[in-house]
Structures are given as structure tokens and as C-alpha cells.
């Protein structure tokens, strides 16, 4: 079975790519049209916007994210397959009318579509039968890697939902396409964070302190604060999203509370990202 590394951007994922070679390795890019989330650097935009087959303006997770994956593959010295779906800008818009609907814990769509739909999509693209899909989940992530086997068929693999063909009619008939069987490769050889992290010591690739979007949801109020600090035009991007919606449909990405609340907040002690662990981040890698 073809050997697929799927790519988050951290430390962890990372470490799979250098110690556990595969056939592949796919990274899914989160991308927004917003202007004022320009990625600084002209001639890296053209970088990543060759290797994905679309304009690149930016990204909502923190801009160290791309120097991780072009340093890494230099690193590994083998190539990293970019993938991308709709923006972020454009994953808001749902419905036959494309009203504004945000994301939040109980209806997480960002993920399946930024993620999960373009990887899927470059599957399809290029393979013609499953894949053994490694997952970068550490010794003591079980817990993740139990709940994402559940979700397998009783064959043992992950499914999606794709066009199987066409009625009489022309109508579009659905099913549920076999595409990959996951591994957990870290969990298997007891593989914790602390190995991982001196591994990547005086390594030739750079990390960002958290991965996943600036706004995430799942991050509590206290550092969703400090990342309103630290990058203020990513964060009021997901500000903007509240009020364009909230006029409407009363919709914000954490219940009872505005991210512009979240952001005006003062608190009697500074924080520090090293306040925080990777429990805090958010979880979003594939």
C-alpha cells in the first residue's frame, strides 16, 4: 500500500516526515483573500502560489508556517506536496444564498474544508485505490487517534463522500469512496513530545510556537487574547467575520462572546505563549 505523511506544520508531523519516510507527503494549506493578511515576502508568495496552482495572499495560521514546510522539505530532502482548497473568505460563505455561517466546536466545517476536502481531492486526483495515511499523533494521543478509528468503515478505512456516477435523469448518485487506512507510527514507537522536541534542536527548520489559525475556537479567551496581540490584522480578520454575521444571525465562533470582546480584554497579569502548551492550540492537523 502506497505510504502517505500527512503534513500539519508542527514539530510533531514534522519529526514523522524526517524519521519515518513515505511514498508521500501532503501539507493543507489554509489560505484568505484578506489583503491586510498579505504574506510579506513577494517572492516566497510566488513560491507557494506555483506549488499550489492559485494566487496566494496569505494564510490565517501564523506566517511561520510556510518557512516550516519549504524548510522541511529541503530538510528531508524529498518533496512536500502543497494542497489547497477554498479560502477561508470563501469556506464562510454557505447555502444556496452564501450567507456568512461561521464555524464553531459543534459544526467545525473549517477543518473538512480546508483540509480534509483539498487532501481528499489530491487523492482522487492521483491515486487510483487506498492509501496507508500516517497521522502524527503522539504516545499520548491515543485518545485522538481512538476517536479518529472510529470513524472507519468495517473494512478498516476512512471514507468520503463523492459522486459515484449519474442517474438516467442526470442526477447525481453518492456514495462512500474507500480512500485510506490510517497509522498512527508515533503512538506504535512510544514517541512523546519531549523526544520530538529535542530532536528538532539546532535543526535547519523553523518553527512557529502553535500552529492552527490565530482565531481558533478551541483556544480558550486568555490566549486568544495574547494572539490578538501578537498578530492583530490576522486576528481582526476573525473580528470582521463576527460583525458582517452577527448583525444578521447573532453568530459568534465561541458562545456568549465576541472575539472583539476577547481582544479589548485587560488582565491583571502578561502572558507568554510558554503560559500555554500544544493542548491549547487547537488541533486542527490532518
Not at 203 to 230: D, T, W
Request: proline letters at 3%; hydrophobic letters at 35%.
Amino acid at each position: 500500500m502506497i505510504t502517505v505523511n500527512s503534513l500539519s506544520g508542527g514539530q510533531t508531523s514534522s519529526y514523522m516526515a524526517a524519521n519515518y519516510p513515505a511514498d508521500f507527503n501532503v501539507f493543507a494549506l489554509v489560505r484568505t483573500s484578506d489583503i491586510n493578511c498579505l504574506y510579506p515576502d513577494e517572492k516566497v508568495r510566488q513560491i507557494v502560489s506555483d506549488k499550489i496552482g492559485t494566487e496566494f495572499i496569505g494564510t490565517l495560521e501564523d506566517d511561520m508556517i510556510i518557512n516550516t514546510i519549504l524548510d522541511l522539505e529541503q530538510y528531508i530532502g524529498k518533496k512536500i506536496d502543497w494542497v489547497t482548497g477554498k479560502t477561508f473568505d470563501e469556506t464562510l460563505l454557505r447555502g444556496k444564498n452564501k450567507q456568512v455561517y461561521l464555524p464553531n466546536v459543534f459544526q467545525r466545517f473549517c477543518t473538512s474544508e480546508m483540509k480534509l476536502v483539498p487532501i481528499y481531492n489530491w487523492w482522487k486526483k492521483n491515486f487510483n485505490e487506498p492509501v496507508e495515511m500516517r497521522i502524527g499523533y503522539r504516545a499520548n494521543e491515543n485518545r485522538r487517534a481512538l476517536k479518529s478509528q472510529m470513524k472507519a468503515n468495517e473494512n478498516g478505512m476512512q471514507t468520503f463522500k463523492d459522486i459515484v456516477g449519474h442517474s438516467k435523469n442526470g442526477r447525481n448518485k453518492w456514495g462512500k469512496i474507500e480512500w485510506q487506512k490510517q497509522t498512527f507510527p508515533l503512538i506504535q514507537d512510544g514517541i512523546f513530545k519531549d523526544n520530538i522536541v529535542e530532536f528538532w534542536k539546532n535543526k535547519p527548520v523553523r518553527f512557529a510556537y502553535m500552529n492552527n489559525c490565530i482565531g481558533c475556537f478551541h483556544r480558550n479567551e486568555v490566549l486568544l487574547n495574547l494572539m490578538s496581540q501578537m498578530y492583530p490584522q490576522k486576528f481582526d480578520w476573525f473580528c470582521k467575520q463576527e460583525y458582517n454575521s452577527y448583525t444578521d444571525k447573532k453568530q459568534t465562533f465561541k458562545s456568549g462572546i465576541t472575539y472583539d470582546t476577547i481582544r479589548k480584554y485587560k488582565f491583571n497579569a502578561t502572558f507568554e505563549f510558554e503560559d500555554f502548551t500544544y493542548c491549547d492550540s487547537g488541533y486542527c492537523g490532518l
